[in-house]
């Protein structure tokens, strides 16, 4: 199966890193984090931008708010980081279990010159069911970069092609919109879910 292969794949020297990206989380996200508030992304309900997703729906980050959120910017041309945080996305949302459910998870093209509505529906049809693709003009997927205050760039490879630098971090929204916190490239799992399910709290409290 596909989409197992990539789970493997993904979770290829995790263990390894382990460590170094638990020190690392005690620099960005967690006690020793000292971020500016201007490379903060801003709240979900302070965004604007107009997208489709891999159905054809118009959405939007009014369709984030209510649920916690996790959106992750790449591209289906990525060679390996893209496809390995979806996969790492797939296992945290497998771990999840039933509160999966709870959550809104979005992969957000930012080369939607090759990213059709077709391509992105095929793309994430490889990983959990949860996960969404988003795609739309390049003026709204940049109005959507900026308000994540995330990053990418168009790069011309030797063949003549082109390829895209962008963020590799994931973004972590409580139910409310507010920017908790990032997770990053080959974050372990054991780190990543914690942060998950501290987002997920107040919401999973206050449901009926």
Same mark, same amino acid.
């Given at each position: 199966?596909?989409?197992?292969?990539?789970?493997?794949y993904g979770?290829?020297?995790v263990g390894?890193?382990?460590v170094?990206?638990?020190l690392?989380?005690?620099?960005?996200?967690?006690?020793?984090?000292?971020?500016?508030?201007?490379?903060?992304?801003?709240?979900?309900?302070?965004m604007?931008?107009?997208?489709?997703?891999?159905e054809?729906?118009?959405?939007?980050?009014?369709?984030?708010? /209510?649920?916690?959120t996790?959106?992750?910017?790449?591209?289906? +041309?990525?060679? *390996?980081?893209?496809?390995t945080?979806? %996969?790492? $996305?797939?296992?945290w949302?497998d771990e999840?279990?039933?509160?999966?459910?709870?959550?809104n998870?979005?992969f957000?093209?930012?080369d939607?010159?090759?990213?059709?509505?077709?391509?992105?529906?095929?793309?994430?049809s490889?990983?959990?069911?949860?996960?969404r693709?988003?795609?739309?003009?390049?003026r709204?997927?940049?109005?959507?970069?900026?308000?994540?205050?995330?990053?990418?760039?168009?790069?011309?490879t030797?063949? /003549?092609?082109?390829?895209?630098?962008?963020?590799?971090?994931? +973004?972590l929204? *409580?139910?409310?919109?507010?920017?908790? %916190?990032t $997770?990053?490239y080959?974050?372990?799992r054991?780190?990543?879910v914690?942060?998950?399910r501290?987002?997920m709290?107040?919401?999973v409290?206050?449901?009926?």
């Open positions: 199966m596909q989409r197992r292969r990539i789970l493997q979770a290829t020297g390894a890193l382990g170094s990206l638990l690392g989380w005690w620099r960005v996200d967690g006690p020793g984090s000292g971020t500016p508030d201007e490379a903060r992304p801003l709240p979900l309900s302070e604007g931008f107009d997208l489709t997703d891999h054809g729906g118009d959405v939007g980050p009014d369709t984030l708010l /209510g649920r916690p996790l959106v992750f910017f790449g591209f289906t +041309f990525c060679p *390996d980081v893209c496809p945080t979806l %996969s790492d $996305i797939s296992g949302l999840l279990g039933d509160d999966a459910e709870r959550l998870v979005v957000i093209t930012v939607p010159e090759r990213d059709t509505i077709d391509a992105m529906a095929e793309y994430v490889y990983f959990h069911p949860a996960i693709g988003w795609t739309g003009e390049e709204e997927i940049a109005r959507a970069v900026e308000g994540f205050r995330a990053t990418y760039e168009r790069v011309p030797d063949r /003549g092609d082109y390829t895209m630098n962008h963020t590799a971090s994931v +973004f929204f *409580d139910a409310e919109g507010t920017f908790v %916190s $997770i990053d080959h974050e372990p054991e780190v990543a914690p942060k998950i501290r987002a709290q107040d919401e409290e206050g449901t009926p």
